[in-house]
């Protein structure tokens, strides 16, 4: 069974970078046709789709944070890593990691199968 755990600072400042990393078992990241996210739920809305590393390591990042995300890996660890730049307070959220398997990264978070239990992150100063 496929497990995934978030893990990273529940306080950020302003201005500074979120870094988090979701530590999976059960299933290698490398395993073909499986794909990586990252989704946050911020207080009172909906779930927001971040981006995902594919089996391949290619990413997909949502276009409205694009230019302040970034997703990585480490296959020996089996990890993957967001970073978000540049945070303020309207990044506050409970942030989870999920899979999800074949087809193409998706915002629809119906598409996966696996979650973390999900982390708060506040951003504050």
């Known amino acids: 069974q496929v497990q995934l755990q978030e893990s990273g600072p529940g306080l950020v400042k302003p201005s500074q970078t979120l870094s988090l990393t979701c530590t999976v078992t059960?299933?290698?990241?490398?395993?073909?046709?499986?794909?990586w996210s990252w989704i946050r739920q911020p207080p009172g809305k909906g779930l927001e789709w971040m981006g995902a590393?594919?089996?391949?390591?290619?990413?997909d990042y949502s276009p409205s944070r694009k230019s302040r995300t970034s997703i990585s890996r480490d296959t020996s660890k089996n990890q993957f890593t967001l970073q978000l730049s540049s945070v303020t307070p309207e990044d506050t959220a409970v942030y989870y990691c999920?899979?999800?398997?074949?087809?193409?990264?998706?915002?629809?978070?119906?598409?996966?199968?696996?979650w973390g239990q999900g982390v708060q992150v506040t951003v504050s100063s």
């Open positions: 590393i594919g089996s391949s390591g290619r990413t």
């Open positions: 059960g299933c290698s990241i490398t395993t073909n046709d499986y794909y």
């Open positions: 999920a899979e999800a398997f074949g087809g193409s990264p998706s915002e629809d978070s119906s598409a996966y199968t696996n």
